[in-house]
């Protein structure tokens, strides 16, 4: 019994964590509805996200957080959106001196979340952070991705929906293993921004809900698991794969 209601308390934490205080998106944020979860209509629907960037395969991306580095294999091969979008923010600087805002290991080990713009600003408060999002200075907006997750056994990712709501069965191929790095996002599918999150253990219970795009290879438990609210990334920078990043030409 108290381990049934210790996980009942963690799922209600988790809604309340990563939904009402995650990237929260205003009344224009992109949210397709997609009527039929084919291989042809997720096509469609992934050239309607052309605007974006992609990451054509697999990159590395050497985060420093504490004058030590966590280096990260970002998986474009299965999340080409989700994984474009992070090698591009980190390309062009965006995650320099922001913090991590939240980081949550009591009651039980759960995410350290960071990525928000508005604390690049040294006076705003951790308490205030959590709803920020990349504006793109070419569009002066906000950036925001389509929920990105890829079945197991699929040949390519479903969008915008959960796997749940469109009664797929599969776990996904990048699943929450302790050490995945995943977007984070309000309770609309497609409201992901710049914000993300390292999960400090398994949490499959978020498998299928949030769009995992990599994961932690070398600084798990050095830096990580380390990382305190207010901790800030000093760089990041991409080390390899940077050749498989397509960026669309919006001439």
């Known amino acids: 019994m108290p381990r049934k209601i210790s996980q009942s308390l963690l799922l209600l934490f988790v809604c309340v964590t990563l939904l009402v205080t995650g990237c929260t ?3 224009t ?9 084919t291989s042809s209509s997720q096509t469609q629907l992934a050239n309607k996200y052309s605007y974006l960037p992609k990451l054509n ?25 989700t994984a474009g979008n992070f090698v591009d923010l980190v390309q062009k600087g965006v995650y320099d001196g922001l913090a991590f805002h939240r980081v949550v290991r009591e009651p039980q080990p759960f995410v350290v979340q960071g990525g928000d713009p508005q604390s690049k600003d040294l006076n705003v408060p951790l308490k205030n952070l959590g709803t ?9 907006t906000r950036r925001y991705i389509p929920l990105e997750i890829k079945p197991q056994k699929a040949t390519e990712p479903v969008y915008s929906k959960t796997l749940e709501s469109v009664g797929i069965q599969q776990q996904p191929l990048l699943s929450h293993t302790r050490g995945a790095v995943a977007m984070a996002r309000s309770q609309l599918p497609d409201s992901a921004s710049s914000q993300f999150y390292f999960a400090l253990t398994d ?15 070398q600084g798990m438990k050095e ?19 940077l050749e498989n990043l397509t960026i669309p030409n919006r001439s």
């Open 203 to 217: 949490l499959p219970f978020l498998n299928g809900n949030y769009a995992v795009f990599g994961y932690v290879t």
């Open 223 to 241: 830096v990580v698991d380390n990382i305190e609210a207010g901790d800030r990334i000093e760089s990041a920078k991409v080390v390899e794969g």
């Open 57 to 81: 395969g697999k990159a590395t991306v050497v985060m420093t957080v504490n004058a030590s580095p966590i280096t990260i294999e970002v998986d474009g091969t299965n999340a080409p959106i």
């Open 25 to 27: 998106a205003n009344s």
């Open 132 to 140: 920020g999002g990349f504006i793109d200075p070419t569009t002066s």
């Open 29 to 37: 944020t992109p949210n397709t509805e997609v009527s039929n979860q």
